[in-house]
């Protein structure tokens, strides 16, 4: 069972033992994930870290639902996932608003329940300015925002983001970070964030999974007790830094 | 296609697509007035221009007709079998079908219809319905694995899947499926009406060839080519224009 779980009523996930492969990988023996064990409370954040090819982002999809887990327990205690996608995954045929609100069109919300949602939406992340606009002609950062928009306009109570900030310029990265910790704090939702950035992952955090490659496993959990908000210029800050830095090396 | 005319980006767009309409219909004004000053001068007197008129409508009627039906049928085809977990399967079946050559299939449509215009139409559906149905089947096959997961996390799940998100993703490759169909529906519907002497177009230049009127030939040719070309700029081209605007990455 996962080490720092304190029963399932608080947690938002549970892992125990879970194991995933592809469907090429079957003939290998080979997977992709392996044994994975760890619990995810309710209302927290946090980062799954670890090299390429360590399953992070198919990890973040077997949580969904999105792949099937071969073996192993996945205890989903959250009825409305959303996700964030490192490549924004907005759909081209339909502009800003219109992405925004794709997830209330889905629920069968009227045109002026969702079109109402969607621009309070893209307002709090700063872009109801561009609402007719189509994602082609938003910049990686706008669509990012976008892509938050929509998964916020659902009200989901596990938000789960895969590398959000890897395609961005440090600016915006670091404007958008801010951004979701204020609607993580708003929002009360529980977040799950892929990441390859270690002192991104301890800004954010409360807890850090740190992984390992072929097969993907969970190599480390840490728990991360900065107070909040947290100084990234602080010495305790840097020191964590070093050694999620050290773990991770080892590792790799 | 929705665009709004106000945002700057938009105005831009509107105007380099005007400036080429402009452009497209002077060449075609240029290609017609030509023609016509060559039949003022007599060069196409032997041609009977009312019979080539009913001609190339009677071809251009059966080709709307299949294209019709064919896009009915091929985007529904496509957008089923893309939408159940076996599209893997069907793609070689469909392969192995498209790959019979089509014109040795007509005895088998003419058993079936007779000689008619329904055997020609219907014919002609077995030939554009293949490149309309790949590349729909292609696009949602390749589409990126994010872009699926986001419909699926978002609901667009089960039967709400085709219409919210496979088939506004595949309305691109509608597109270019349309424009090969249709031009391999010309070669079909001619052909047809060649091989079973159905009157047409393809009627007229068999006529024409025999009785040695080469320009009535000619002159047929240029009509299609007209139609080809208003088609293209009309429809085609604009369509064409705001998808790749539209889906860009």
Known sequence: MPN??????????????????FADEEARGAYALKDITFGVAKGSFTSIIGPSGAGKSTLARVILGLMEHESGEIVRNFARPAMVFQNYALFPWLTALENVAFGLRMDGASLHEREHVAREKLKEVGL???????PAMLSGG??????LARALAILPDLLVMDEPFSNLDTITAEALKTDLLKIWRSYGMTVIMVNHLIPDA????????????HPGHVEKILDVDLARPREVRGEQFFKEVDHLTEVIRTIS | M????????NHAWHRSHARNYRRAWFLMAGVIGAALLLYTLGDFSSVAWPVLGTAVL?????????????????????????WSPYADFFFPFFDVLQN??????????????????????????SSIIWPILFAVLNTIKSAHKDLSDAATIFGARGLKRIPYYLAPLAYPSILTGSIVGIAIGWEAVIGA??????????????????TGITQASIAGTLAILVIVFVLNRIIWAPLLAESAKRYAE
């Open chain 1, 4 to 21: 720092n779980m304190t029963g399932t009523q608080q947690m938002t996930l549970v892992l125990s033992r879970v194991s995933a492969r």
């Open chain 1, 128 to 134: 109801l300015h561009l609402e007719k606009h189509y």
């Open chain 1, 202 to 213: 301890i800004e954010l955090s409360d807890q850090i999974i740190v992984m390992g490659a």
């Open chain 2, 2 to 9: 929705i665009r709004s005319v106000g945002h700057p980006q």
């Open chain 1, 142 to 147: 706008q669509r990012q925002r976008v892509g």
């Open chain 2, 58 to 82: 009677e071809t251009t009627y059966r080709l709307a007709l299949a294209y019709g039906i064919a896009l009915i049928i091929g985007i529904t085809v496509a957008l089923l079998v893309g």
């Open chain 2, 100 to 125: 019979l050559p089509s014109f040795a299939l007509i005895p088998l449509f003419i058993f079936f219809f007779g000689f008619t215009d329904r055997m020609i139409i219907f014919f002609a559906v």
């Open chain 2, 193 to 210: 009406e060649i091989i079973t002497n159905i009157a047409g177009f393809g009627d007229f230049i068999k006529t024409a060839s025999a």
